[in-house]
T-cell receptor, first 109, second 113 residues
Framework: KQEVTQIPAALSVPEGENLVLNCSFTDSAIYNLQWFRQDPGKGLTSLLL?????REQTSGRLNASLDKSSGRSTLYIAASQPGDSATYLCAGGGNKLTFGTGTQLKVEL | DGGITQSPKYLFRKEGQNVTLSCEQN?????MYWYRQDPGQGLRLIYY???????QKGDIAEGYSVSREKKESFPLTVTSAQKNPTAFYLC????????????FGDGTRLSIL
Protein backbone atom coordinates (compact mmCIF):
# COMPACT_ATOMS: atom_id res chain seq x y z
CA LYS A 1 0.00 0.00 0.00
CA GLN A 2 1.30 3.40 -0.99
CA GLU A 3 2.40 5.65 1.88
CA VAL A 4 3.28 9.30 1.39
CA THR A 5 5.35 11.32 3.87
CA GLN A 6 6.08 15.03 3.99
CA ILE A 7 8.91 16.58 5.96
CA PRO A 8 9.04 19.02 7.63
CA ALA A 9 5.56 19.31 9.09
CA ALA A 10 6.02 23.06 9.48
CA LEU A 11 8.39 25.62 8.05
CA SER A 12 8.87 29.34 8.66
CA VAL A 13 11.00 31.46 6.31
CA PRO A 14 11.61 35.17 5.71
CA GLU A 15 10.10 36.77 2.64
CA GLY A 16 12.18 36.44 -0.50
CA GLU A 17 13.80 33.16 0.41
CA ASN A 18 13.85 30.24 -2.02
CA LEU A 19 12.60 27.04 -0.38
CA VAL A 20 12.09 23.35 -1.01
CA LEU A 21 9.30 21.16 0.31
CA ASN A 22 9.84 17.42 0.35
CA CYS A 23 7.56 14.49 -0.36
CA SER A 24 8.51 10.82 -0.24
CA PHE A 25 6.51 7.77 -1.26
CA THR A 26 7.00 4.06 -0.73
CA ASP A 27 5.79 2.58 -4.02
CA SER A 28 7.92 3.61 -6.98
CA ALA A 29 5.13 2.48 -9.29
CA ILE A 30 3.39 5.73 -8.51
CA TYR A 31 1.24 6.84 -11.40
CA ASN A 32 1.18 10.61 -10.95
CA LEU A 33 2.36 13.00 -8.28
CA GLN A 34 0.34 16.08 -7.50
CA TRP A 35 1.03 19.10 -5.33
CA PHE A 36 -1.84 21.00 -3.73
CA ARG A 37 -2.17 24.12 -1.65
CA GLN A 38 -4.68 24.40 1.22
CA ASP A 39 -5.54 27.65 2.95
CA PRO A 40 -7.02 27.46 6.49
CA GLY A 41 -10.58 26.14 6.50
CA LYS A 42 -10.61 25.77 2.73
CA GLY A 43 -10.44 23.06 0.14
CA LEU A 44 -7.40 22.12 -1.92
CA THR A 45 -6.11 23.97 -4.97
CA SER A 46 -4.13 21.96 -7.49
CA LEU A 47 -0.70 23.49 -8.14
CA LEU A 48 1.19 21.03 -10.29
CA LEU A 49 0.70 17.50 -11.61
CA UNK A 50 3.68 15.43 -12.72
CA UNK A 51 2.84 12.41 -14.80
CA UNK A 52 4.85 9.24 -14.23
CA UNK A 53 6.73 9.71 -17.52
CA UNK A 54 7.77 13.26 -16.61
CA ARG A 55 10.51 14.48 -14.29
CA GLU A 56 9.32 17.99 -13.54
CA GLN A 57 6.66 20.61 -14.05
CA THR A 58 6.83 24.39 -13.70
CA SER A 59 4.23 27.06 -13.09
CA GLY A 60 5.39 30.59 -12.38
CA ARG A 61 7.55 30.57 -9.25
CA LEU A 62 6.79 26.91 -8.60
CA ASN A 63 8.78 23.93 -9.83
CA ALA A 64 8.01 20.35 -8.91
CA SER A 65 10.27 17.40 -9.61
CA LEU A 66 9.68 13.67 -9.49
CA ASP A 67 12.32 10.97 -8.97
CA LYS A 68 10.54 7.64 -8.98
CA SER A 69 13.69 5.60 -8.40
CA SER A 70 14.34 7.29 -5.07
CA GLY A 71 10.68 7.69 -4.18
CA ARG A 72 10.87 11.46 -3.87
CA SER A 73 9.27 14.62 -5.13
CA THR A 74 10.20 18.19 -4.30
CA LEU A 75 8.30 21.45 -4.65
CA TYR A 76 10.58 24.44 -5.15
CA ILE A 77 9.16 27.88 -4.42
CA ALA A 78 11.25 30.80 -5.65
CA ALA A 79 11.29 34.23 -4.03
CA SER A 80 8.70 33.35 -1.40
CA GLN A 81 5.98 35.87 -0.49
CA PRO A 82 3.65 36.18 2.52
CA GLY A 83 0.81 35.14 0.21
CA ASP A 84 2.50 31.76 -0.19
CA SER A 85 1.69 30.98 3.46
CA ALA A 86 -0.50 27.86 3.44
CA THR A 87 -0.32 24.10 3.87
CA TYR A 88 1.15 22.25 0.93
CA LEU A 89 0.13 18.65 0.32
CA CYS A 90 1.49 16.11 -2.09
CA ALA A 91 -0.51 13.15 -3.31
CA GLY A 92 0.38 10.14 -5.41
CA GLY A 93 -1.73 7.86 -7.53
CA GLY A 94 -3.99 7.83 -10.54
CA ASN A 95 -7.72 8.26 -10.08
CA LYS A 96 -7.33 7.33 -6.42
CA LEU A 97 -4.91 9.55 -4.55
CA THR A 98 -2.87 8.86 -1.42
CA PHE A 99 -2.08 12.08 0.44
CA GLY A 100 0.79 13.12 2.64
CA THR A 101 0.14 14.96 5.89
CA GLY A 102 1.30 18.29 4.51
CA THR A 103 3.86 20.97 5.25
CA GLN A 104 2.54 24.14 6.89
CA LEU A 105 4.48 27.06 5.42
CA LYS A 106 4.67 30.53 6.92
CA VAL A 107 6.44 33.29 5.02
CA GLU A 108 7.20 36.20 7.28
CA LEU A 109 7.70 39.85 6.38
CA ASP B 1 -18.12 29.90 -12.96
CA GLY B 2 -17.48 26.16 -13.00
CA GLY B 3 -16.71 24.54 -9.71
CA ILE B 4 -17.70 22.34 -6.82
CA THR B 5 -20.20 23.45 -4.18
CA GLN B 6 -20.34 21.81 -0.79
CA SER B 7 -23.07 22.55 1.73
CA PRO B 8 -23.50 23.27 4.50
CA LYS B 9 -20.18 24.82 5.53
CA TYR B 10 -20.75 23.80 9.17
CA LEU B 11 -22.90 20.93 10.43
CA PHE B 12 -23.69 19.60 13.87
CA ARG B 13 -24.81 16.06 14.58
CA LYS B 14 -26.63 14.71 17.59
CA GLU B 15 -26.07 11.23 18.99
CA GLY B 16 -27.79 8.57 16.90
CA GLN B 17 -28.54 10.94 14.05
CA ASN B 18 -27.74 10.52 10.39
CA VAL B 19 -26.63 13.64 8.52
CA THR B 20 -26.13 14.24 4.80
CA LEU B 21 -23.45 16.43 3.25
CA SER B 22 -24.15 17.85 -0.18
CA CYS B 23 -21.69 18.03 -3.08
CA GLU B 24 -22.59 19.44 -6.49
CA GLN B 25 -20.30 20.06 -9.47
CA ASN B 26 -20.86 21.80 -12.80
CA UNK B 27 -17.54 20.82 -14.35
CA UNK B 28 -19.05 17.93 -16.30
CA UNK B 29 -16.66 15.58 -14.52
CA UNK B 30 -17.34 11.84 -14.54
CA UNK B 31 -15.56 11.03 -11.28
CA MET B 32 -16.35 12.32 -7.81
CA TYR B 33 -14.71 11.66 -4.46
CA TRP B 34 -15.27 12.14 -0.73
CA TYR B 35 -12.33 12.63 1.63
CA ARG B 36 -12.06 13.06 5.36
CA GLN B 37 -9.38 15.31 6.90
CA ASP B 38 -8.44 15.15 10.57
CA PRO B 39 -6.00 17.55 12.28
CA GLY B 40 -2.40 16.64 11.55
CA GLN B 41 -3.40 13.96 9.08
CA GLY B 42 -3.62 13.84 5.35
CA LEU B 43 -6.82 13.32 3.45
CA ARG B 44 -8.30 9.83 3.55
CA LEU B 45 -10.62 8.52 0.87
CA ILE B 46 -14.11 7.55 2.02
CA TYR B 47 -15.94 6.74 -1.22
CA TYR B 48 -15.52 7.47 -4.90
CA UNK B 49 -17.62 7.21 -8.02
CA UNK B 50 -16.31 7.01 -11.55
CA UNK B 51 -19.68 7.00 -13.28
CA UNK B 52 -23.33 7.61 -12.52
CA UNK B 53 -25.05 4.84 -10.57
CA UNK B 54 -21.74 3.30 -9.55
CA UNK B 55 -19.49 3.92 -6.54
CA GLN B 56 -16.68 2.18 -4.68
CA LYS B 57 -15.52 2.10 -1.07
CA GLY B 58 -12.35 3.92 -0.22
CA ASP B 59 -10.04 3.30 2.72
CA ILE B 60 -12.44 4.35 5.51
CA ALA B 61 -15.98 3.68 4.24
CA GLU B 62 -17.39 2.19 7.46
CA GLY B 63 -20.18 4.34 8.90
CA TYR B 64 -20.70 6.28 5.66
CA SER B 65 -22.96 5.86 2.64
CA VAL B 66 -23.22 7.60 -0.75
CA SER B 67 -25.36 7.72 -3.85
CA ARG B 68 -24.67 8.84 -7.42
CA GLU B 69 -28.01 9.24 -9.15
CA LYS B 70 -26.92 12.26 -11.18
CA LYS B 71 -23.59 13.15 -12.73
CA GLU B 72 -23.57 16.50 -10.94
CA SER B 73 -24.32 15.26 -7.42
CA PHE B 74 -22.59 12.95 -4.95
CA PRO B 75 -24.10 13.30 -1.45
CA LEU B 76 -22.42 11.70 1.57
CA THR B 77 -24.43 10.41 4.54
CA VAL B 78 -22.66 10.11 7.87
CA THR B 79 -24.60 7.45 9.74
CA SER B 80 -24.94 6.85 13.46
CA ALA B 81 -22.60 3.89 12.99
CA GLN B 82 -19.72 6.34 12.48
CA LYS B 83 -18.59 6.77 16.09
CA ASN B 84 -16.02 9.49 15.49
CA PRO B 85 -17.52 11.73 12.80
CA THR B 86 -15.95 15.02 13.85
CA ALA B 87 -13.75 16.05 10.92
CA PHE B 88 -13.44 18.26 7.86
CA TYR B 89 -15.06 16.62 4.83
CA LEU B 90 -13.88 17.45 1.33
CA CYS B 91 -15.56 16.59 -1.95
CA UNK B 92 -13.61 16.47 -5.20
CA UNK B 93 -14.30 15.77 -8.84
CA UNK B 94 -12.16 14.90 -11.82
CA UNK B 95 -12.51 13.96 -15.47
CA UNK B 96 -11.74 10.36 -14.59
CA UNK B 97 -8.41 10.24 -16.38
CA UNK B 98 -5.34 10.10 -14.20
CA UNK B 99 -3.35 12.80 -16.00
CA UNK B 100 -5.80 15.50 -14.97
CA UNK B 101 -5.97 16.97 -11.47
CA UNK B 102 -8.87 16.66 -9.09
CA UNK B 103 -10.82 19.81 -8.19
CA PHE B 104 -11.97 20.35 -4.62
CA GLY B 105 -14.86 22.05 -2.89
CA ASP B 106 -14.44 24.26 0.17
CA GLY B 107 -15.40 21.54 2.61
CA THR B 108 -17.95 20.87 5.35
CA ARG B 109 -16.90 20.87 8.99
CA LEU B 110 -18.91 18.33 10.99
CA SER B 111 -19.04 18.45 14.77
CA ILE B 112 -20.86 16.49 17.45
CA LEU B 113 -23.32 18.21 19.78
Amino acid sequence: KQEVTQIPAALSVPEGENLVLNCSFTDSAIYNLQWFRQDPGKGLTSLLLIQSSQREQTSGRLNASLDKSSGRSTLYIAASQPGDSATYLCAGGGNKLTFGTGTQLKVEL
Amino acid sequence: DGGITQSPKYLFRKEGQNVTLSCEQNLNHDAMYWYRQDPGQGLRLIYYSQIVNDFQKGDIAEGYSVSREKKESFPLTVTSAQKNPTAFYLCASGPGVSNQPQHFGDGTRLSIL
